[in-house]
Each structure stands twice: as structure tokens, then as C-alpha cells.
């Protein structure tokens, strides 16, 4: 990108850019966690498994240059996609929705 107006331009509509996608992104998945049960203390163990992945995935990343020159970096990009696929498919196959007659039912004079 060259220097002057066309970068500002560039940085502008990719900064706006990035700040919609990620808002778009962070508003479901922050209230995710709040929505999948009613009760207060398996929403605080969601919210600390969510915190615990991210604070993981953060020190990941920390030392992924550092490893990736010694390892190299395709063999490390397979190893997460094949670490990803792994866990995607363990999901699908072990996780389980509750059954409706398990759901916790809306007092419906409150919210009406």
C-alpha cells in the first residue's frame, strides 16, 4: 500500500471493517453462555471453561513464533486442523440437547 491517502483510506475501511466483524461475532457469543442454562452456577463453570480456552489460545499464539521456526509452520497449521476437526467431530457425536420437557419453562405473566 503506498504511503499518503490510499493507506489512510485502506486502514480506515479495514479497521471499520474488522470493528463489524468482530462486533457481529462477540454479541452472540458473549450471550451464548447466558442462554444455555438457567442456573447461576453452571453459567459462571461455561463463562470459566470459555475463559480458560481463550486465555489457552492466547499463550498458543504467544509462542507459536518461537515454535514455528523449530517445528515449522505448515506442520503446526496441520496439527491444529487436524486438533480442530477432532474436537468439531467429538462435539458433534457426544454432545447432546435437552430434551424440551427439560428446558426451563418462561413464567409468561412476567413477560407478557
Do not use: Q
Not at 487436524?82 to 457425536?93: E, K, N, R, V
Request: net charge positive; charged share 15%.
Amino acid at each position: 500500500v503506498p504511503n499518503g491517502i490510499p493507506a489512510t483510506l485502506w486502514y480506515g475501511a479495514f479497521h471499520i471493517g474488522s470493528k463489524l466483524v468482530d462486533t457481529t461475532y462477540m454479541i452472540p457469543h458473549d450471550a451464548w453462555g447466558a442462554e444455555l442454562t438457567p442456573n447461576y452456577h453452571e453459567k459462571s463453570r461455561i463463562f470459566l471453561i470459555r475463559s480458560l480456552c481463550m486465555s489457552f489460545g492466547t499463550l498458543v499464539g504467544a509462542v507459536m513464533p518461537v515454535v514455528g521456526k523449530s517445528v515449522g509452520y505448515s506442520n503446526i497449521t496441520l496439527g491444529l486442523a487436524i486438533a480442530m476437526l477432532l474436537s468439531t467431530l467429538l462435539l458433534c457425536g457426544l454432545g447432546r440437547e435437552r430434551p424440551a420437557n427439560a428446558l426451563p419453562c418462561p413464567d409468561r405473566e412476567r413477560w407478557s
